[in-house]
């Protein structure tokens, strides 16, 4: 059964065209990235697979279901939330929210709860920091942190939107060998301005600006990268051969 | 039976501590104290009307204060009005309402004074069984969705996606905040409601990096405020109101000395 099935979904945000006529499928074990200029509909992409946005148009599948029932199989890490610094709340509370939408209502957080949020932080090797709160932590640990959160759901699929913005190169490294880690128990999809650094480490690419342009694997033609970012492709200065490179051989 | 009056006095304050300690953390790390203060003044309007209709104002403030709050949660999430306008509106369209309604009424007796400054004393034994209501139903409500609480206090959106009812929890929430408010009048009035509700919670949030603490801490600096602004008001012969909210801008400015 496919991971994700969007079937000609349409988004109109403040009567704006944000998403026009999206067809995407997605298999279990995928490693998706999703590139695309700002304001090219890559949150929003995200948020109408999390059922946060109703498409005037179209389907949205979750393992078949709807994206109300189907996020439950879901970890979603949000883009580098404007969260307070300040908020007094600790690593290993931060991680138990991700079990919060499993408990249902009425019910408080027991054991079994926090030993899941223990281990969804030994995974990201963050454990020794579970007592620590989340704001005495560096841009990369609490990135970290968040990924913990969406793992203790124990989901399925993990959706990151922007994981890398204000994460230095050494440690995005690090984080990229997490994520293949990751990838051989779930499907992926990682959202991202940034070309360079995302092609090298994900299995296919789909481009999104407005419309979705995506073939099933890492290729992208020049001409459609030009028509997605509105200018040529040398302007994309770091832009991976590997991409181009492939296409041409065929 | 000014004993009775002191002993009204005193449970009352007791009770208002509880519930500001715990429900102003809400408050203070959802940064809607604004909200709770235009709820407060939106509520005056609801005053005017009982005191013209010859019911208990605090009745007539309640259902004011109700409408006020969904008036300004639809005004942020539904319209174009941005929500510090909409809580401008509504504050000063409230005390208006309530000051034209209060002159029809031709009642001459009515203590205005009290309503927006407070005046404890009048705290009567059914105000206090309200009270005594309100905070075990704020109690209870902080006990069964404490994991809800958290979420929403610290990523709204997050909360949405893990499909947790948060437009339907925030309203719960907006709804106690609004009772709060109303029953607050009485004791430190309309214009300082919102200290009670703000300033215990903002002073325990620079002692404590968890959030349970924090409401804990919150809890017993408000005791202490109360209590002790309550016995100083009594011994010098000063509002009492007043008198509680200084004593917490005092602790707070004393907090303000820890870094």
Known sequence: MNAIELKDVWVYLDGRLIL????????????????????GGKTTLLKVILGLIKPK????????????????????????????PNFPITSLEVVLMGRCGKKGLFTRYNNQDIEKAEYALELVGMLEYKNTPIGELSGGQQQ??????????????????????????????????????????????????????????VKQIACLNRKLYYHGDKRISKEELEEIYQCSVEILAHLPHRILDKHNDL | MIYEFIKHAIIAGIFASIICG?????IVLKR????????????????????????????????????????????????????????GILMS???????????????????????????????TLLDVYILMCLTAITLLFFYFFFKEFVVISFDEEYGKALGIPVEKLKIVFLMLV?????????????????????????????????????????????????????????????????????????????SCFKE
Do not use: C
């Open chain 1, 144 to 201: 970290r942190v968040f990924i913990a959160r969406a793992l203790a759901s124990e989901p399925k699929i993990l959706l990151l939107d922007e994981p890398t913005v204000g994460v230095d190169i050494l440690i995005q490294e690090e984080f990229y060998e997490l994520l293949k880690k990751l990838n051989k128990s779930m499907t992926i999809i990682l959202v991202s301005h940034d070309i360079s650094v995302i092609s090298v480490h």
């Open chain 2, 93 to 123: 369209v409230g005390m208006a309402l309530g000051i034209i309604l209060i002159s029809i009424s031709k009642t001459y007796s009515v203590d205005l004074f009290g309503f927006l400054f407070g005046n404890i004393l009048s705290v």
């Open chain 2, 32 to 87: 809607i104290a604004f909200i709770s203060s235009g709820i407060a003044h939106g509520a005056f309007g609801g005053i005017g009307l009982g005191i013209l209709l010859h019911i208990n104002p605090i009745i007539t403030a309640l259902v004011f204060s109700v409408f006020s709050a969904l008036g300004i949660e639809y005004s942020k999430e539904k319209s174009k009005l941005h929500e510090d306008t909409a809580i």
């Open chain 2, 178 to 254: 609004a009772f709060t408010v109303v029953l607050l009048i009485k004791i430190v009035g309309i214009v300082l409601v919102v200290a009670l509700l703000t300033l215990p919670a903002a002073i325990s949030r620079r002692f404590t990096k968890n959030i349970k603490n924090m409401i804990y801490l919150s809890v017993i600096i408000s005791l202490i405020s109360v209590v002790l602004g309550l016995s100083l008001s009594w011994y010098l012969d000063i509002p009492s109101g007043a008198t509680i909210v200084l004593t917490n801008g005092i602790i707070f400015l004393l």
């Open chain 2, 22 to 26: 715990v429900l102003g953390v809400y």
């Open chain 1, 57 to 84: 148009k179209g389907e949205v599948l979750i393992f078949g279901k709807s994206p109300e029932e189907g996020r439950r199989y879901i970890g979603y890490v949000p883009q580098k939330s404007i969260f307070d």
């Open chain 1, 20 to 39: 026009e006529g999206i067809n995407l499928t997605v298999k279990e074990r995928d490693f998706l990235g999703i590139i695309g200029p700002n304001g």
